[in-house]
C-alpha cells in the first residue's frame, strides 16, 4: 500500500492538561458531523493527533469521523483499549506509550484495511486469543513489545504479517500457542522465536508446551535453520504435532519438502560479501566452514579477499597462479585445492599462515623447491607430486619429515585418513631429480650423495667481527655526542701541521737586512693585517674595566697594537659590519669570555667571526694558509658551560682550551704566546 500519511488532513481535540472536561475532535468545518463521502470528495481522509500525555479516554466525537485513516493517541494516559469498530477506514492505529492492560476479544472488528498496530510501551498483561479474529487482509505489522504479557495467544491466520513484536517477554509460564500460518514469514522460527523470549536454541525445551505454526509461509530452507534443526530435530521426532508439518518453499531442489526431513548438509546459503570475482560461495554450516569455487576461474594470483569470520574450503584448481603468495585469510583455510596452476613458487610465509590447514593438495604443478617452513604441517595433509622436486641441498629436511609421518603411520594398528580412506603406500616414495637428469628417492638426497658442505663460521671470526662492530657503534655515539669537540681539534690539528710544513721549505739564499725587511714587509701588506689583536668583550662595565685597567697596559708595555670596538670605533658606523672588518684585519683574536658575553647574541656572532677566520673556514672566503689565533680568556669566573650556546665556544670549554684572566701566570702566558707567535709571523714563518 502506498503511504497515505502526506495525503491526510489533521485534526486535533479541543482538550488541554489544565482541564479535565471531556474531549471532542474539533472539526474542520463549522457543521459538526462529517460524512465519509464529503472527507472522499475533499481530501484523502483524516489524521487525528493528540500527544499531549493527558488524554483519559477517547474522544466523544470520534465516530462522527469514519473517514479516519490515521489514529495518533501515543504518549498519554489511555488505560482501556478503546472501541474503533465505527472507524471503517482506520490504516494505522498508534496507541503506544500509553496505561493500556489488555487488548480485548474482537478489539479489531470492522476494521478490516487496518496496516500497522503500535501497542508497544504500554502495560499489557493479556492479549485475548481472538483479539485478532477479524480478517486483517492488509495487517502487515503488529508491536507488542515493552509491554508485561506473560501469556501471548494472539490468532492472525488468514494475514500477511511480516513483522511481529513482542519483545519483553522473556519467560514462559503457562502453555499458549502463537499461529503464524499464512503469512510471509521466510526465517522459521530461528528470528520469530527469539521475540518471545527464546534467546538461544537451548530455550526450546523450555516452550515444549507451547506451539508455533508456521505452515503455509515461504520458508527457504537454508542456513539459517540449520541450528534450529541441529539442536530441535531429535525433539521433533519424538514430540508429534501436525503444525510441525512446515514444508520449503525454496530453493527449487528442496520445494514441497517438509522441512524436518531435509538433511543438514543441504542447508546451506550463497555468499556474496567477499567472494572473489568468478567464483561461488557457499556458507555450509554442516560442515563448519566457507566453500569458496574458484576452479577455471582465470586467476592469475591468489585472491585478495575472501568471506569473512568462518572457516574456509577453497578450490583453485585450473588457473594460471605461479606463486603461493601469503594473505591474511590463508589462516582460516582448512582444505586448499590449488592443483594444475602451473605453480612454480610457494613462499615461506603463506605456509606460515596456513598453519591450521588439514588438507594441501599441490598436484599438477612445477614446484621444484619447498621452503622448510612445511614441516609446521605434518605431512599427511600434504600432497604433491612424485616427481618434480630437485635434488637440493636445501632440501634435506624433507625425507625426514616426510619419515616422520610414515613412523607415526607404521605405530598405529588402524590408522585412516580423516575421509576414512586407508593412505597410499607410496606416501613415502617421493624423487627428486639430480644434475645429471636422474631421479632418485628423496631417502636418498642425503648431505654425502649430494656433496653438501655446511658452511661453518669459525667462532673467534664471529667475535672478532662483533668486537669491531661494536667499537664501530660506540666511536659512531661518541662522535655524534662530542661532534663540536673534534671539529675543534681538527681545526687546531690542521693549523699546526700547517704550520710544521712552511717549517719544511727550504730557506732562500741568505738576504741582506734590508731584502728581509722589504719582504716580510710585503707579506703583511699581503695579508692585509692592520691590528695585532682585536679583543672581544661585552659592553658591560665589569668586562670594559677588566679590559682597560689590566689587559691594555699590558699590550701596551709589549708594544702590541690592539682594537677595541667601544673604542676605536668611528661614531655612526654599524657596530656588527665593524667588527666583522676588524677581525678580518686583526692578527690574532682575544676573546674575554664572562657571563655577560656568553648571553649576548652580539658578542657570540663575534666569536662565531673569529672562529671562522682563525680556525674555521668562512662562508664567504677561504680559509688562509697561515692559520691566525683565537685566545679566549675568562674572567670573573668566565661563563658555565650549560649557559653557553655556541656549539664551537661550548666545545673549548668543555676541553679547557681557555685562560684565567685572573691568573697572573696565565696572563704572562697569553702575552708569551702570543709574542712567541707574533715573532714567528714578522720572521715569515
Keep these: ?191 520469530q522465536l527469539k521475540q518471545f523470549g527464546v534467546r538461544s536454541f537451548g530455550d526450546l525445551a523450555r516452550v515444549l508446551s507451547w506451539g508455533f505454526d508456521f505452515r503455509d509461509n515461504p520458508i527457504a530452507c537454508d542456513c539459517n535453520v540449520y541450528e534450529l534443526l541441529r539442536v530441535g530435530r531429535e525433539l521433533l521426532l519424538v514430540i508429534k504435532r501436525d503444525y510441525f508439518n512446515v514444508t520449503c518453499d525454496s530453493p527449487p531442489d528442496l520445494r514441497g519438502k517438509y522441512v524436518v526431513d531435509v538433511p543438514l548438509d543441504k542447508l546451506v546459503c550463497n555468499v556474496t560479501i567477499g567472494c572473489p570475482d568468478n567464483c561461488t560461495c557457499q556458507d555450509r554450516p554442516s560442515k563448519g566452514y566457507v566453500y569458496v569455487d574458484c576452479a577455471g576461474a582465470g586467476l592469475t594470483r591468489l585472491p585478495d579477499v575472501m568471506p569473512l569470520e568462518k572457516q574456509l574450503n577453497v578450490t583453485l584448481a585450473n588457473n594460471s597462479i605461479e606463486v603461493l603468495e601469503a594473505r591474511d585469510y590463508l589462516e582460516r583455510v582448512v582444505n586448499l585445492d590449488i592443483t594444475y596452476n602451473g605453480l612454480k613458487e610457494v613462499e615461506a610465509e603463506a605456509l606460515r599462515f596456513l598453519r591450521n590447514v588439514q588438507k594441501l593438495d599441490l598436484r599438477g604443478n612445477q614446484i621444484a623447491y619447498l621452503p622448510d617452513t612445511l614441516q609446521i604441517l605434518p605431512s599427511s595433509a600434504v600432497t604433491i607430486d612424485p616427481y618434480t622436486l630437485s635434488c637440493d641441498c636445501n632440501m634435506l629436511w624433507f625425507s625426514s619429515w616426510k619419515l616422520l609421518y610414515v613412523e607415526t603411520r607404521d605405530k598405529g594398528d588402524n590408522f585412516v585418513r580423516s575421509d576414512g580412506q586407508q593412505p597410499p603406500e607410496a606416501d613415502a616414495d617421493i624423487f627428486c631429480l639430480l644434475r645429471d637428469g636422474k631421479y632418485i628417492p628423496m631417502t636418498e638426497a642425503t648431505k654425502e650423495r649430494l656433496g653438501c658442505i655446511k658452511a661453518i663460521t669459525p667462532l673467534p671470526l664471529i667475535v672478532a667481527v662483533a668486537i669491531v662492530a661494536s667499537i664501530v657503534l660506540c666511536g659512531i655515539a661518541l662522535a655524534a655526542i662530542f661532534r663540536y669537540e673534534i671539529l675543534v681539534l681538527c681545526h687546531m690539528f690542521m693549523s699546526v701541521a700547517n704550520k710544521q710544513h712552511k717549517k719544511q721549505v727550504l730557506p732562500h739564499e741568505k738576504d741582506t737586512g734590508k731584502d728581509k725587511k722589504d719582504r716580510q714587509q710585503q707579506r703583511h701588506d699581503a695579508h692585509g693585517y692592520t691590528h695585532d689583536v682585536y679583543i672581544s668583550c661585552s659592553d658591560s662595565d665589569t668586562d670594559l674595566d677588566w679590559v682597560i685597567h689590566r689587559l691594555l697596559p699590558m699590550l701596551d708595555q709589549r708594544g702590541v697594537k690592539s682594537y677595541l670596538l667601544v673604542r676605536d670605533s668611528p661614531p655612526g658606523v654599524v657596530a656588527v659590519d665593524e667588527a666583522v672588518k676588524n677581525i678580518r684585519d686583526s692578527h690574532v683574536v682575544l676573546v674575554v669570555l664572562s657571563a655577560e658575553y656568553a648571553a649576548s647574541a652580539t658578542c657570540l656572532f663575534q666569536f662565531s667571526q673569529a672562529y671562522n677566520f682563525t680556525l674555521g673556514r668562512s662562508a664567504s672566503e677561504s680559509v688562509r694558509k697561515d692559520r691566525r689565533r683565537l685566545l679566549v680568556l675568562e674572567v670573573d669566573g668566565g661563563a658555565r658551560y650549560g649557559h653557553v650556546g655556541e656549539p664551537h665556544l661550548k666545545a673549548m670549554l668543555r676541553m679547557r682550551m681557555t685562560l684565567c684572566g685572573d691568573n697572573p701566570r696565565d696572563m704572562e702566558r697569553v702575552c708569551s704566546d702570543y709574542f712567541r707567535h707574533l715573532m714567528e709571523y714578522k720572521r715569515g714563518l
Design 1 to 191: 500500500m502506498p503511504d497515505i500519511i502526506v495525503s491526510l488532513l489533521v485534526l486535533y481535540l479541543n482538550g488541554s492538561c489544565r482541564s479535565n472536561n471531556v474531549t471532542a475532535i474539533i472539526p474542520p468545518h463549522d457543521n459538526n458531523t462529517v460524512s465519509l463521502e464529503d472527507a472522499r470528495q475533499t481530501c484523502g481522509g483524516y489524521s487525528v493527533v493528540h500527544t499531549f500525555r493527558c488524554l483519559v479516554s477517547m474522544p466523544v466525537n470520534l465516530c462522527q469521523f469514519p473517514a479516519t485513516k490515521k489514529i495518533n493517541f501515543s504518549d498519554n494516559r489511555l488505560k482501556k483499549f478503546p472501541n474503533l469498530s465505527c472507524l471503517t477506514e482506520l490504516v494505522i492505529l498508534d496507541l503506544r506509550w500509553n496505561s493500556i492492560r489488555t487488548v480485548p476479544r474482537d478489539a479489531f472488528k470492522g476494521l478490516t484495511k487496518l496496516r500497522d498496530i503500535f501497542l508497544d510501551f504500554n502495560q499489557i498483561v493479556h492479549v485475548d486469543p481472538f483479539a485478532f479474529s477479524t480478517p486483517l487482509p492488509q495487517l502487515n505489522k503488529v508491536d507488542l513489545s515493552y509491554n508485561k504479557l506473560e501469556a501471548a495467544e494472539p490468532r492472525l491466520r488468514p494475514q500477511l504479517v511480516s513483522s511481529w513484536c513482542h519483545l519483553m517477554e522473556r519467560s514462559f509460564k503457562e502453555k499458549g500457542f502463537v499461529d503464524f500460518s499464512k503469512n510471509k514469514f521466510s526465517l522459521i522460527p530461528s528470528a
